[in-house]
């Protein structure tokens, strides 16, 4: 049983079917559709591997994940943008974070490369680096991530997997294998893996598992730019980021479609609530009372330069100062060239209670006849298919 219909949960499932481990497999969703929350509202980037620290689980399987998910997409024909990847400073003074980018490219196994601005305007004609060099990454792409999803579902649904869709779990008999809907529907299961992203941990408590972990959700709020924006821009553009917290920055990014829409975003505040996309919707009051304190005592001990998070990134919300984040990469940006999107997106981002620091791996956590995913965060829509292999592989129990 899979609890999470999102795409981490969709993979365990295609992954177990194709190594012939079970063919009786049920995913429960709470919602009435898949791809309602982070998988669904993520920026559809298929990333290639730069960022992360060789010998992480993301250093492990962002490429090998990233080259599959590819695959299958041109497989179906479904939408994808081959439009590559530039990273540039936002500032001279941060042209040596290139070097270290590229070390981990290269130690990942990525394609990435350094270029000038000559190499660069050729790429986007309208910008220059204020260092003279950028690096460029070809095998970064965009595609639909509702569109993968809807695809995925339908083919694991071919294959004999049932998805339980609106399956709101109210109770857990844990000694017996049951769950419990809320309709008072029981079910048993073998063995259950927690794919529940922002009410991952929740779940994990309920096995005695993670106790010292707590999901705090942020949110990415995105912009895109209008028709008053004179040039065109065919690639995604990104800053050099904080390697030392879980966030890229404000960044540009073309739709998979045809119709070339630029996102500017996201932002990453914290949010009110796990589902707190708009207003005070989803807002849970206590949760963001003990939230912020934890973030507050993070910034006072300055835990992995989280207090330059906060200068830099906690309140991108705020139209002018995402404005002149974004006009780092863009000094030509206008407020009249860029507009508010629908896209809102909630990232399901691991606190440690003890070290008092956010996670920057993913983390699966074995417990009763369970799996408990509890920081699969980006990227693991990238990854999906190589990540799904690695839990398997360290799962204590799976048999057909």
């Known amino acids: 049983m899979i609890i999470g219909g999102g795409m981490v949960g969709l993979s365990l499932a295609n992954q177990i079917i194709e190594r012939g481990l079970s063919s009786r497999i049920l995913i429960l969703d709470k919602e009435k559709n898949l791809g309602l929350h982070s998988s669904g509202r993520n920026s559809g980037v298929l990333h290639a591997g730069i960022y992360y620290e060789p010998g992480t689980l993301k250093a492990k399987v962002s490429v090998e994940g990233s080259r599959r998910l590819k695959e299958w997409v ?35 196994g990525a394609d990435v490369k350094f270029i000038d601005n000559h190499r660069l305007r050729k790429i986007v004609p309208f910008i220059k680096s204020k260092s003279e060099r950028a690096i460029w990454s070809p095998n970064t792409c965009v595609v639909n991530p509702l569109e993968i999803i809807n695809q995925l579902k339908l083919e694991l649904e071919a294959k004999g997997v049932k998805v339980l869709k609106s399956a709101k779990i109210d109770n857990f008999e844990i000694e017996n294998n049951v769950l419990e809907l809320k309709d008072y529907t029981k079910i048993k299961y073998k063995h259950l893996i927690n794919c529940a992203g922002l009410n991952a941990d929740k779940i994990a408590h309920h096995f005695g598992v993670g106790m010292n972990y707590k999901i705090i959700p942020f949110k990415g709020l995105y912009w ?68 912020c304190f934890l973030l507050a005592k993070q910034y006072l001990h300055n835990k992995d330069g989280f207090r330059k998070y906060v200068n830099e990134q906690a309140f991108l919300s705020f139209a002018p100062l995402f404005l002149k984040s974004a006009k780092e990469l863009i000094p030509e940006l206008k407020k009249e060239h860029i507009e508010i999107s629908e896209k809102v ?20 956590i074995e417990g009763n006849s369970s799996t408990h995913l509890l920081n699969t965060i980006s990227p693991a829509f990238t990854a999906s298919f190589a990540l799904a292999d690695l839990i398997i592989d360290k799962m204590k129990y799976i048999k057909k």
């Open 224 to 291: 895109k730019l209008n028709n008053k924006f004179p040039y065109q821009l065919n690639t995604n553009l990104y800053p050099v980021p904080d390697l030392n917290v879980p966030f890229l920055g404000v960044h540009f990014t073309p739709s998979a479609g045809k119709k070339n829409e630029i996102s500017i975003g996201p932002t990453a505040v914290p949010a009110f609530g796990r589902e707190n996309y708009y207003g005070f919707n989803g807002f849970e009051p206590r949760m963001a009372i003990d939230n």
């Open 345 to 364: 997106g909630i990232r399901a981002q691991l606190f440690n209670l003890k070290t008092l620091k956010l996670e920057n791996d993913f983390l699966s």
């Open 74 to 108: 041109l497989q179906r024909k479904l939408s994808i943008n081959l439009c590559g990847k530039v990273i540039i400073p936002q500032r001279k003074d941060l042209d040596h974070q290139l070097d270290k980018l590229i070390y981990r490219g290269k130690a990942n």
